[in-house]
């Protein structure tokens, strides 16, 4: 925020996951909201939604979502009320129209992969009549060309998944020929305080596998959650011991050296 002070943003907008399984989630939340920021529902913000509906649904109690469980203890039935009233797509009508979502029109966990293609596009965002779509969710950027829309996906504030260890922004500027032009802000961020918070909060042993993959993965700059769901789905059996047992058979291939935090 203390970046973007220096500029004079017509409008600042969060596009989602404030809540995103960090010790520092709930402050995140406090921040946007006191600033009066308009937020997009993402993902995690879904799961914390989802899980107050019905904590002990099969598909909420995996230690995949204990990170969200823990998030959740830190908001109250009021506020979950609040944050299920979130939009998933906020549109504005400059410019031929302006659409903001966080993964996708019909998807709130739609990951790119650095690509959307012709199909993608049908599937996931012809449903606007917006001239520009921005999507969040991926923490990368990327102009997306040759698809009948503008379509960017724009980084975020920090756990960046391209390799920088970067807080990361985007500015959209309408040109005189109606299209957006879109300009990216990466800037340094104290990663280590982040990382010390996860430690210093517990959130490291309560939050369990998926926590020590963002951990590592923030901390070394190595892409490990998705590749590891990846790789969980091919693993012969699930469960509490077998998610446990790919977690160390997979770490120890991504990073042989590591040491037990
Ligand atoms: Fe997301």
Known sequence: MEDLRQFKADLVVTAGDMVNGFSSSRACWDMARSLGLPMLKGNHEGYLCKLTADRQ???????????SRENLKQFSIEEM???????????F??????????ASLVSERFNSKGQITLSDYESHFSQSNAACIVRGHDHRFVDHPGLP?????IGSVGHARDGLQKAQYAFFDLLPDQ????SVRSIDYP????????????????????????????????PLLFRFLDFYKTWPAHGEQEIRKAFYQ???????????V
Not at 57 to 64: D, F, G, K, R
Not at 81 to 91: F, G, T
Request: glycine residues 8%; hydrophobic residues 35%.
């Open 57 to 67: 649904a099969p598909e909420w109690t995996s230690e995949l979502y204990s990170p």
């Open 81 to 91: 009320a609040r944050m299920a009233q979130l939009p998933s797509c906020l549109e």
């Open 93 to 102: 009508k400059a410019g031929n129209g302006f659409c903001l979502t966080h």
């Open 149 to 153: 829309k503008q379509v960017f996906s």
């Open 179 to 182: 299209t957006w032009q879109m």
């Open 191 to 222: 990663h280590e305080l982040a990382l010390e918070q996860m430690l210093s909060s517990g959130l490291l042993e309560r939050g369990g596998v998926i926590s020590q993959l963002i951990y590592y993965e923030v901390k070394h700059q190595h």
């Open 250 to 260: 997979f770490m120890g291939r991504e990073l042989p050296d590591l040491k037990p």
